[in-house]
């Protein structure tokens, strides 16, 4: 598992159950465990997200795709939407929820809520 090479696998097909077991077993080898607490891991999420909205917080609107940044700001905003999902995921894991079928349920809400047929509503507000 220490194996730097094992975590940067090229594939798109990694799954949240993946994630959440590396990332359990990247903290128990570290005796970190006793510090992932829900409170712990929803604070250091939002702070991530904080570094996150950093990112843009002066950009105004940006082009889908990110035509105009460099390889660097993309990177750095790859390495920050990472750092959210991977406590998202431990946030999920040690509260014992499934975040993979909590987030097709929610789709599936969605959906039910907003059918196709509807006006178009923001999307930001469900």
């Known amino acids: 598992m220490e194996n730097t090479r094992s975590y940067c696998r090229k594939s798109k097909d990694v799954s949240l159950q993946e994630l959440r077991d ?6 128990r080898v570290r005796g970190w465990e006793q510090y992932h607490s829900p409170r712990n891991l929803l604070l250091a999420l939002v702070g991530e997200v904080g570094e996150l909205s ?6 105004g609107e940006v ?13 750095h905003l790859e390495e920050e939407l990472s750092d959210v999902l ?8 040690v509260c014992g929820l499934d975040l993979g079928q909590a987030a097709l349920s929610k789709i599936v809400k969605n959906a039910q809520k907003y059918p196709v047929a509807s006006p ?4 930001a507000y469900h």
Do not use: C, H, V
């Open 86 to 93: 991977l406590y998202l995921i431990q946030l999920a894991d």
């Open 22 to 27: 590396m990332l359990a077993e990247f903290a």
């Open 120 to 123: 178009p509503t923001n999307p």
């Open 54 to 59: 950093e990112i843009f917080q002066w950009k």
């Open 63 to 75: 082009a889908r795709g990110l035509p105009n940044w460099t390889s660097d700001d993309k990177e």
